[in-house]
């Protein structure tokens, strides 16, 4: 409070307000010119030049501000030293912090509060108070408005008697004020050496210190929280102040002399205000200003005293990072002779031993290790480590496996899983050839796994349920008798390790079922093929187990079946080299089997043919493709047509016909059948026509006019050298197989045929 009076020139300044005078705050606002009203100025203008001269005189009040503005500095500067000597305490040992020294600021400024509101009490007491019951106040009115109407005519030296009156008063107030002060300070004196005596007591003071550093903890706690408030606020407030203060210099110092004079005259109603001088004004400033650049102190020793409190915590975390580090240190070089925490070797723990602890134990598995193989149904096979053809590779194997370990990393192992390495060796031919002989592997009870798959039952698609089987993945098993070795694993189970073939398809697959629609849009197709008047027909029944899907569930039409069934067909109705009804001369209907005369299917054309009108669910009625064809196909075996030529062998007869037409009826001579020359039955065609052609053979040669081959050597020709023909010549002066025709007739016959006429041999 005395910084803030200080701060406006002084504690107290006097104002007259109405009829009761009073002390009043030179902080006050109202003190400068705003309470310069017009009936004020007014009143200035009429009153004697003397009042100037009055006005020019020391005010008493000003006198009362000097001694207390002097007393303030007195009071201030030994705050600060004992400010100074705390602050000193408080580097020395940083943990004993009291607050005395506030207690004593507080205790001056209260003292020198209690005074001013003593002389205030006691200056106001001399008038009536404003707040008297009604009867007080209605007087009061009477005075103030006699003394407005006697306030103009009202002599100037009654004024100077009044103010000589007050500033006597004054003094005696200062008086008692600096009296207070010195007791207080006494007071606050007399505290440490009290505090020093209880010290000497430890047995009656130890309770109280110990309740004191508790109390001085928490306070310290509390101020650490305030310290960043005050200094915003303290920061903030500053700048304001050192602004006002300036600005209030510059105001003072531009205004007019005579408005000041005007302020200290007395008003109309009597009243006088409070003169504010250059000096004062330019006063107040500065100390503003001074005060201003005081205010950050405060929170620069508070900032002092965390950072002094800080140093230990920071002291305690180096300490622990420095133990922590020495632990580090030490593990990582006990883990560079030692296999980290979690660490197996061929299943055999080697957590925190060393080479030579775990190379003895490695040695007895590789010779001893044995692995059992479970089947589905429980059947168990025991592998040895013979069979396996194990083998230690040694300390230097091991040695390799711990330098491979960064033993700066051993926290990380610390919650690791537990890391398999293996000095166990395997001869891998051996496991190979094991793997495929296993009972388990190639015996007779293992059944072959099988996809779910749409089949053809009874005239329509189903679906199949799969077949799990017992067939076991060899790849599989060779890793996981690998691994159990790695890991030291004595039984391996091959139905909870997958180790059996899966089915890839199930029921309810989609691809199964799209395999299934698919093969049911097959089952519409329709395929009638045409021999003559003779039909026949591929459905449904025909093709439909045909049908069938591969290991991806492509649908697919079974090339083996569809081939075999073209082959039963073709065997049925191909006449080449196959069977023919025949109607002979004489009115009887023969077979003729054999000759390359006739109608072949085309197999391969065919199956292609019919796979893609399959596939497509054609419906469609056409004649199978041919690789040979005859002139006619009235039937499967009617093919002869109405152009031919027809040899008798048993008659020794030939007749030709054209378009239904007989056109040559001749005796012929046929192949000596006694020398194995005769000529073959069967139904052929004529292959050419030549004239003037010279045969050849076996003992001959012979020239002849017209020469019209059908089977081989065997054709018909003319023979010049015989004077007779049919009967039983054949027998013993037949041919080398070729129908000797009269000269006469074969030119007819040269005639009536072309290549590719059918030729009847029976």
Known sequence: MSQENEKKGGLFERADAGSSPKIKPAFDEDVWEDDVTAEDAEASSEAPVEAEAVSEEKDPTEIVNERLRERSFEIAEGEDEDDEKDENKDDTASTDVTAEPEASEETAEDAIDASAAEVDAKTSASVPEEDADSEDLESDEKSEDEGDSASTDAPEPQ????????????AAEIDEVFAAKGEADTDEA??????????TDPDATQD???EDDQSEAEELEETALEISDEKSEDE???????????????????????????????????????????????????????????????????????????????????????????????????????????????????????????SSSLENRA???????????????????????????????????????????WPVHLFSKT??????????????????????????????ARNAQPVYKNGKIVIEDQIPGSTVDQTKLKKLIIGAIKTGDSTIDLKAENCYVQPKYTANSPKVKQAAAKMRKMLKAEITYTFGSDKVVIDKSVFGPW?????????QIDQTQLKQYLYDLAYKTNTYYGKHTFKTTGGSTITVNGGNYGWRIDRDAEAKNLTQEIEAGKVITRDPEYSKKGKVRNSTYDDIGDSYVEVSIGAQHMWVYKDGKKVVDTAVVTGDVTKGNGTTPGAYY???????????????????????????????????????????????NGSHGCVNTPPAQVAIVWNNVSQGTPVIVY
């Open 419 to 448: 890391e398999n390495h293996s000095a166990i060796a395997y001869d891998k031919d051996k496991v190979d050839y094991l793997v495929r002989h296993l009972f388990q592997v190639s015996g007779s009870q293992v059944e072959a």
């Open 547 to 555: 049908l069938t899907v591969d290991d991806n569930m492509n649908v």
């Open 159 to 170: 004024g100077e008697a009044v103010e000589a009156s007050a500033e006597s008063k004054l």
């Open 686 to 732: 004529i292959a050419y026509k030549e004239r003037h052609a010279t045969l050849k053979g076996q003992g001959y040669s012979t020239p002849v006019s017209y020469w019209m081959p059908f089977n081989g050597g065997q054709g018909i020709h003319d023979s010049y050298w015989r004077g007779a023909y049919g009967g039983s010549i054949y027998r013993g």
């Open 236 to 358: 903030a407030k500053a700048e304001p102040a050192v602004e006002t203060a300036e600005a209030e210099q510059a105001t003072e110092a531009e205004a007019p002399k005579e408005v000041r004079s005007e302020a200290s005259a007395p008003g109309p109603d009597g009243d006088e205000t409070a003169e504010t001088t250059p000096e004062a004004a330019e006063a107040e400033a500065s100390e503003s200003a001074q005060a201003a650049e005081k205010q950050p102190e405060a929170p620069k020793k508070k900032a002092k005293a965390n950072k002094r409190r800080v140093a230990p915590k920071v002291k305690i975390i180096g300490t622990v990072i420095a133990v922590l580090a020495i632990i580090y240190a030490a593990f990582a070089v006990y883990y560079h002779y030692h296999f980290f925490p979690n660490t197996a070797i061929n299943g055999l723990a080697a957590s925190g031993k060393t080479v030579s602890d775990i």
């Open 367 to 409: 010779d001893t290790y044995s692995v059992a193989l479970k089947g589905r149904k429980g059947e168990t096979e025991k592998i040895t480590a013979t069979a396996l053809g194990l083998s230690y590779q040694g300390k230097s194997r091991v040695k390799r496996i711990l330098a491979d370990q960064n033993s700066l990393a």
């Open 190 to 199: 007399a505290k440490p050496e009290e505090a020093a005596v209880s010290e």
């Open 208 to 210: 109280e210190s110990a």
